[in-house]
């Protein structure tokens, strides 16, 4: 007796497989070399099962069918009516925050257009998703948990700490956060037709939510939950939508990470969407420092394919600085966060716009409430560190964890802007000369030194420094500073036209008519 062993592996059903055509030929071999005489008929298989036997057969097949279906529709909201949400505590502590809760939503446009139906404790409709909180936990914490409305699986849950908060802000934060990832679960209830599978559903609100709230660094581990999520669900386009804007953010940050997955992302979404306006921005992210007309044409073309798009917006915003548009830029700004109130980027990027535009009363009053609203998130932590490094009391700075874990060339400018005599800025001076005389002036100095130059009133330095830098080296990165509060004086220096004419900004203006405020 022979075996034989045919491997199937990348067999698709639709033509016979190469393995099994070598059997075939070998029997065929095998065949013509032996006489039929020697033939024996086996004998008859034994029943493998009886009549009852595969009865119970086929219902089990029944039954992990009816289960894998069961999974799916108890996730798939009936799309001509809106998803049911129910919010309720899980036990009495928590009957105040769920109150609360249930206000704070009704407010969102989902809610407002209809698209999501609230439910209070005492409805006797079946939800679709389900909110908890929990206040019985010690030291002033709380959980709010997202559960599916029709089998009660987990699909997220997270812990809050009032900390200095007062409960009325541990309830707008609570509420804040729920806001946000309701959003996340309406995208995979309504995924471009059909709802996401439960497991999939649950690794997107994992990767959404923790997107919103991450900085800059901590944002990188989002991208490979996205990467399995739009693996998983491969139509699924705010996935996508995420992941460009999760890509692009790590390609700005870093000069030297491969830009080779983002052009892949960028592809694969516009055979998606081709008109989607992540994958434009992502574009607009691989654009040269240089060519602002070429940014805010293509910002243009996001911004008329989606027109409430909140980080079309804020893109938009950013660009429009870089020109000195400051007016445009802040209310680009503003209607990103008035489109979408739950976004830490586009309030993030509301405040920092507000600052640099000198309205700093403003940004202050905006940063406080930002603050009741995320404490603790890494997102809070860079803002408000950006803020403080830029527009708060330097003397303040010097107690702070950020100043003892600062090299010495950052703890000597705070201890400069702390106490801003004449010989303190330039003894600060003579040290940066002697480090770019160490290892050579370049662009990236100039670009990141300019903040000090403009607060310390060292215009005229700022300008010597400029012109040593040789013509082969990009000034335009500079767009994201000169316009600025501190930079006033320098702005109206004739020697600045010369400075905005290297930069490209001159020609920018004079060929798109659009000239900056001030």
């Known amino acids: ?39 024996r008929a086996p004998p008859p298989p034994k029943k493998l099962a009886t009549g009852f036997s595969r009865i119970w057969l086929l219902l089990a097949r029944l039954v992990a069918a009816f289960a894998a279906i069961s999974a799916f529709w108890l996730l798939a909201p009936d799309r001509e009516r809106p998803i049911k949400v129910a919010v309720a505590a899980a036990d009495p502590s928590g009957k105040a925050l769920a109150e609360y809760l249930l ?69 707008q934060g609570m509420a804040f956060t729920a806001g946000r990832v ?31 709230e991450a900085n800059d660094e901590t944002r990188l581990s989002v991208i490979p939950v996205l990467e399995q999520v739009v693996k998983d669900a491969t139509a699924f386009d705010a996935a996508w939508a995420k992941l460009l804007l999760a890509e692009s953010n790590a390609v700005a940050e870093d000069d030297t990470r491969d830009r080779a997955d983002l052009r892949r992302y960028i592809a694969q979404a516009r055979e998606l969407k081709p008109a989607m306006a992540e994958a434009t921005l992502a574009e607009v992210t691989l654009l040269p420092t240089n060519p602002f007309g070429e940014a805010l044409r293509l910002l243009e073309k996001a911004k008329e394919s989606d027109p409430e798009n909140p980080a079309v917006l804020g893109y938009r915003s950013h660009a429009l600085s870089n020109v000195g548009r400051m007016t445009e830029a802040i209310a680009d700004a503003k209607e990103a966060a008035r489109l979408d109130p739950t976004s830490p980027d586009a309030l993030n990027n509301y405040v920092l716009i507000l600052a640099y535009s000198g309205r700093l009363d403003a940004a202050r009053a905006e940063l406080q409430r930002l603050e009741r609203l995320w404490l603790g998130t890494e997102r809070l932590k860079e803002l408000q560190y950006a803020f403080r490094l830029r527009f708060g ?13 600062a090299n010495p060339r950052m703890q000597m400018y705070y201890r400069t802007r702390a106490d801003p005599t004449e010989a303190n800025i330039d003894r600060f001076m003579v040290f940066l000369q002697q480090l770019y005389r160490r290892r050579g002036l370049t662009v990236t100095d100039v670009v990141g030194h300019a903040q000090a ?66």
């Not at 649950?202 to 923790?210: V, W």
């Not at 009391?393 to 874990?405: G, H, I, N, V, Y």
């Not at 080296?473 to 000169?482: C, F, T």
């Open 1 to 39: 007796r022979q075996s034989h062993t045919v491997d199937f592996t990348g067999w698709k059903a639709r033509r016979p497989a190469p393995a099994m055509k070598a059997l075939l030929a070998d029997i065929a071999t095998s065949a013509q070399g032996s006489s039929h005489d020697d033939y």
């Open 103 to 171: 206000v704070n939503l009704s407010s969102l446009r989902p809610v407002q257009e209809g698209k999501v139906q609230l439910l209070g404790a005492d409805a006797k409709d079946r939800p679709d998703l389900h909110f908890q909180t929990d206040a019985t936990k010690a030291h002033g914490k709380a959980d709010l948990v997202l559960t599916n409305g029709k089998n009660g699986a987990i699909l997220w849950s997270k812990e809050f700490e009032r900390g200095p908060r007062t409960v009325a802000d541990l309830q």
């Open 182 to 212: 309701l959003g996340c679960a309406i995208e995979g209830l309504h995924s471009n037709g059909e709802p996401l599978r439960a497991q999939t559903l649950k690794l997107y609100l994992t990767g959404c939510s923790q997107y919103a």
């Open 393 to 405: 009391d330097p003397k303040e700075m010097l107690k702070s964890a950020e100043f003892t874990q």
């Open 453 to 518: 130059y403009g607060e310390l009133h060292r215009d005229d330095d700022l300008y010597r420094l400029i012109f040593r830098l040789p013509p082969s080296e990009d000034l335009s990165q500079l767009s994201g500073v000169i316009f600025r509060p501190s930079f006033r004086k320098f702005r109206h220096d004739p020697r600045f036209m010369n400075v905005a004419k290297r930069m490209g900004l001159v020609d920018y203006w004079t060929q798109s008519g659009n000239w900056p405020d001030f």
